[in-house]
């Protein structure tokens, strides 16, 4: 094989192990919500561990950006005004000093897997990883929030 080969195909390795999340999929119909619910485990997220918080952090934004952003906003504040059906979502902010999953890492995966019935998409039966989902649960309650 001549070295540009070799080259090319080094390339070509790595970017097929180079983790970027898939792009989001069409949104999920939101009656698959109760399927979603049902195919929840949070032993899924028992075996996931980062290396760093700054690798998780850095994972999550990406992900944030790819699947979160268009709907809840560059900074979580719920202000993307992503139109759907003709109607502007507007989300709930991330950001609220009591908000309801300041506390509550378990519950913020749990509601990205699983969805809403009022417009938030579920991620867990197609879209993204359960590594993902937890980075991006790092990202908003350890990036977004304080910093
Ligand atoms: C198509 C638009 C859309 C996308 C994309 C989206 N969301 Fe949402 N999300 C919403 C809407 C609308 C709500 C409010 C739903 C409700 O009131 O039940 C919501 C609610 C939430 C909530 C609950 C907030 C609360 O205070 O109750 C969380 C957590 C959340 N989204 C996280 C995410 C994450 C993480 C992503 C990316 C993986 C994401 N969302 C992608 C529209 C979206």
Redesign the pocket.
């Known amino acids: 094989m001549r070295p540009s080969t070799l080259l090319l195909v080094a390339v070509g390795l790595s970017a097929a192990c180079g983790g970027e999340p898939r792009a ?1 999929q069409a ?1 999920a119909p939101v009656d698959s919500t109760p399927l979603a619910q049902a195919a929840y485990d949070p032993a899924m997220f028992d075996t996931i561990s980062w290396p760093t918080l700054e690798a998780a952090l850095e994972r999550g934004q990406v ?2 950006r790819y ?2 952003m ?3 906003g560059e900074t979580g504040l719920g202000d993307a005004g ?1 139109v ?1 059906a003709g109607d502007t ?4 902010s ?1 950001r609220d000093p009591d ?3 300041a506390n509550d890492k378990a519950g ?1 995966r749990e ?2 897997f699983v969805g ?6 579920h ?1 867990g039966l197609v ?2 990883a359960p590594r993902d ?1 937890d980075a ?2 790092v990202y ?1 309650l350890e990036g977004m929030r304080k910093r």
């Open positions: 989001p949104q992900v944030y699947s979160c268009k709907c809840h992503f759907r979502l507007r989300p709930p991330f908000w309801r999953f913020l509601q990205v809403t019935a009022e417009g938030m998409p991620w879209g993204l989902v991006v649960a908003i």
